[in-house]
T-cell receptor, first 114, second 110 residues
Framework: NAGVTQTPKFQVLKTGQSMTLQCAQD?????MSWYRQDPGMGLRLIHY???????DQGEVPNGYNVSRSTTEDFPLRLLSAAPSQTSVYFC?????????????FGPGTRLTVL | GDSVTQMEGPVTLSEEAFLTINCTYT??????LFWYVQYPGEGLQLLLK?????DKGSNKGFEATYRKETTSFHLEKGSVQVSDSAVYFC?????????FGGGTRLMVKP
């Protein structure tokens, strides 16, 4: 199993550009989520999905879109990048939203918006 | 809404010292509580968890007890090693959302 994979590892954007952060898992997990990690603020939930075709907003959803067309993939789209979106982004997955074994995290994508 | 507060770091200790990282929470209902660890350049890994009051989670010499009366879930280890240097996140799981604290960086010196 590859676990949770994220691409790219690093990305630099200019203000106003759009891009998609990719996330995939091969563990047949129903629950997937996106977090951003900022210094001193821990991880904050952006969006999550409890299964294919179902998504919902987390704590900080503004400026981000998600879709879940398959169980394996959960891409995060930035429609018009802003410097405030400079952060490290983590994707995570688990069998359910209350997993006994915790969530599995990807290695992260470091995004800089100039 | 739900929230988690943990002590700010960095925490710097010598090898074999005793570790405590404080964590308190605010939540409605009966959340599960957990600690995750993040090693440099990596994603988070579950360290331990507890699902109900008075439960003690333990792993790799770390332990934490779910204290409902004080709404706390402090992380402890009796003798830290250099390899324990990492960032530790306390959090809670209620419904479909996980809420994390701000993280505490631990540095252990030989």
């Amino acid at each position: 199993n590859a676990g949770v994979t994220q691409t790219p590892k690093f990305q630099v954007l200019k203000t106003g550009q759009s891009m998609t952060l990719q996330c995939a898992q091969d563990m047949n997990h129903e629950y997937m989520s996106w977090y951003r990690q900022d210094p001193g603020m821990g991880l904050r939930l952006i969006h999550y999905s409890v299964g294919a075709g179902i998504t919902d907003q987390g704590e900080v959803p503004n400026g981000y879109n998600v879709s879940r067309s398959t169980t394996e993939d959960f891409p995060l789209r930035l429609l018009s990048a802003a410097p405030s979106q400079t952060s490290v982004y983590f994707c995570a997955s688990s069998y359910s939203s209350t997993p006994q074994r915790g969530q599995f995290f990807g290695p992260g994508t470091r995004l800089t918006v100039l | 809404g739900d929230s988690v507060t943990q002590m700010e770091g960095p925490v710097t200790l010598s090898e074999e010292a005793f570790l405590t990282i404080n964590c308190t929470y605010t939540a409605t209902g009966y959340p599960s509580l957990f600690w995750y660890v993040q090693y440099p350049g990596e994603g988070l890994q579950l360290l331990l968890k507890a699902t109900k009051a008075d439960d003690k989670g333990s792993n790799k010499g770390f332990e934490a007890t779910y204290r409902k009366e004080t709404t706390s879930f402090h992380l402890e280890k009796g003798s830290v090693q250099v390899s324990d240097s990492a960032v530790y996140f306390c959090g809670l799981n209620a419904g479909n959302m996980l809420t994390f604290g701000g993280g505490t960086r631990l540095m252990v010196k030989p």
